[in-house]
């Protein structure tokens, strides 16, 4: 699993994507958020 998310740090990477608003809180609520649907999702499988 991969957890694919762009701010808004790399002006020529927000113009590259089309990134127009902050997608998430902050980046370390993304990826405790992102570790916590993995976790779920995996649980799911075993």
């Known amino acids: 699993m991969v ?3 762009f701010g808004l ?7 590259a994507t089309k990134i ?3 997608m ?3 980046e370390e609520q993304l990826a405790a958020d992102a ?4 976790k779920r999702e995996v ?3 075993w």
């Open 35 to 38: 570790l916590a649907f993995m």
């Open 3 to 5: 957890v694919e998310a």
């Open 24 to 26: 998430y809180q902050s």
């Open 9 to 15: 740090a790399l002006k020529k990477l927000v113009a």
């Open 20 to 22: 127009w608003r902050k």
């Open 43 to 45: 649980a799911k499988r």
